[in-house]
């Protein structure tokens, strides 16, 4: 069983910065390709960023691309969001999503249909 949490949202002003982590518990984290999604209220959940189980494959949706950063550390069994010049439409609650399955998949998961397992979500706060 694949159990995912997140940390690190907050409220923060615009410009600002945070970083979301997400500790992955099972032993098939080094073979999954991970993601983070969003979700604003009355809005679908989104994509925001996706990268290969090796690291080397990244995907960023349009909205964040140059400001925001995913990286994991396989040896800790966690994925990360590097979020810089936060905007105010940022705001929204960010998932971590594993897509275990096939194992060492050459494709990221960038829809939902991808997913195998979501975390809780964090809620961030981008304040003018």
């Known amino acids: 069983q694949v159990q995912l949490v997140e940390s690190g949202g907050g409220l923060v002003q615009a410009g600002g910065s945070l970083r979301l982590s997400c500790a992955f518990s099972g032993r098939t984290f080094g073979s999954s390709a991970m993601g983070w999604f969003r979700q604003a209220p009355g809005r679908e959940r989104e994509i925001v960023a996706a990268?290969?189980?090796?690291?080397?494959?990244?995907y960023y949706a349009d909205s964040v691309k140059g400001r925001f950063t995913i990286s994991r550390d396989n040896a800790k069994n966690t994925v990360y969001l590097q979020m810089n010049s936060l905007k105010l439409e940022d705001t929204a609650v960010y998932y971590c999503?594993?897509?275990?399955?096939?194992?060492?998949?050459?494709?990221?998961?960038?829809?939902?249909?991808?997913?195998?397992?979501w975390g809780q979500g964090t809620q961030v706060t981008v304040s003018s």
């Open positions: 990268i290969s189980w090796g690291g080397s494959k990244t």
């Open positions: 999503a594993a897509d275990t399955s096939p194992p060492y998949s050459g494709v990221l998961p960038t829809a939902k249909a991808n997913i195998d397992y």
